[in-house]
């Protein structure tokens, strides 16, 4: 029976339970990983995780975007606007950062001639005790 | 619930300190570098005016007031929300950053590419305004938006420097910035699904209904969690640390005088406004929260002041010394009391003031002494460059404690704070100063000392004037240091009478 239960929830919450996972993996890569291009990867997807997560629990299904067409003006037809409201808020922020790191990426690159964050941070010491 | 038509004119002022570095930062981008030097400059000092105008006007400390953003009521709509610790501190800030910049502005030409300069000013605007804004909103998401900008600012502002590590340090800070603003994202989306609200004021409505009756218990304290690891490392608290030294030490004085005492301070004021005024102190309690800010706090207290004892170079000491600093805030928050967020509240300005003036006086004493950054190097530089050595004996006192100067009136509140506890948190806080202090002692005066020894031969002062902007801003920080010692009771009177209201799901 609860076998049952248990299979209930995880469809019901497949998003959200996606979205953790999906959470986890990047969060690991932003750490772990050493390439640079990698980390912003990872970034990427801790972000889209989240806005996944957003997105899902904004959306009521059978429900319509609140954009009264039809004259209906009860509330319980519509679904909140504002969980998609910040998600496009939300995108436009993580667009900006990964930007900014690619670009900082780029600069090491020319300067290094490498992704590996730790050989460069090796490589930027021993320029400075030069 | 305000409505907009009611407000007096004065009351308009928070948007002014907002709108207008934002504003005027669109603009900066296609000014030539002397006119958007300038022009920056002016607009901080407007900013500070307004946020002086602001602060006298409310007068009363108990009093607060919010700003409806648009035409929308409260549920739905964005609002800025006003009491005199935002004021206040919105007033150190803003006057912290136009003098960090007037002092830096000189070295500016040095440190930078000819056509990048109005490009560094745009983002000192940007900084300025994200800044006052995490100061005033009152909704979360909006906090959020301005902690990214303000992320994204000082990546620039540590990447702007042309030579040395400066872009790697960026990475680092970026790197470590993002982990921190996706979980502080994630708590956000966790905190907007258990309440559905977004404004602080009915988040705490709906928390404490969700406390009383136990339910999403769990969820609540894993939300919690998140925003204030997030926020901590964001703010580098001990051990999310690492990005600080090369960051701090190796971009132009400007930059280091702005992320040491300003942007670390943004984020801990919004965690201060998520658990004073979304969360309420019960449920930051029951969250252990407290607990391990307070543990952590203090090893870095201790850590962080070992580690600069260890460095070589005069700016990294300066920089692991902010780290120490850090964790004495974060220790008046894990204490928990009111005294503990009254001296949280205090040491974010004292070592504001303090830490710019120390990365400024520091610069002016490595350029006297031909650029090198060694400690060795320094040997004599007090003479050579005197306004210079007495900032930084200032600063280094008021580091230590010394009485009259503000981080004496910082640890006495400290102190003080742990005097309200049981036995535990009380030795702890107590031990945890005297070793800070004893440590901060051995590597600050080990400086102060060195720059007042005779060199062992003649070196050559390279022929740099250092200009009249320079010695304002050091004239004007030295004597604010002292005004934070001499006369803190009023301030200190005002974040208490203050803080109620700071704290209150809604004003009035």
Redesign the interface.
Known sequence: MTGVHFLEDLSAHLAEISAIILFGIGITLLMLSRNMIKKNIGFSMTDSAIYLFLAAKGYISGRKAPIVVDGIEQMAYYINPIPAGLVLTGIVVSVASSAVLLALTVRLYRQYHTLDIDEITSLAQKEEEV | MTDASSLALWQSLPLVCILLPLGSAAVTSVLPKRTARCWTAIVLSLQFLASILLTLFLRDPSRSYTFPMGHFPAPWGNELRIGMVECLICLFFSLVMLLSFLGGMRRLDQDIVEDKQSLYCVMILLMSAALSAQVFTNDL?TS??FV?IM??SS??LI?SRARG?T??A???Y??MN??G??LF??GL?FL??LTGH?LMGHIREAVDVLVSSGENHLALIVTVALMTVGLSIKSALFPFHTWVPDAYGSSTPASSAILSSLVSKGYIFVLLKIICRCMGPSLFRLSGMDDILFVFALLGMILGSVSAVRQRDVRRMIAYSSVAQIGYVYLGIGLGSEYGLMAALFHIICHAACKSMLFLSASGLIEASGGKTSLHALRGSGHRAPLTGIAFVVGALSMIGFPFLGGFVSKVNFALAAMDFHRFHRYLVLLGLVISTWLNTWYFLRVVILIYTKPEEEVQEKSIHRGVLYTFALVALIALNFYLGIGAQRLITAFFDALPAFSAAFPG
């Open positions: 998401f959020y938006v990214e992320t994204l990546s620039a990447a590590r872009v790697l960026s990475a680092r970026m790197i993002m982990l603003s996706s994202l994630l989306v907007y699904d977004l």
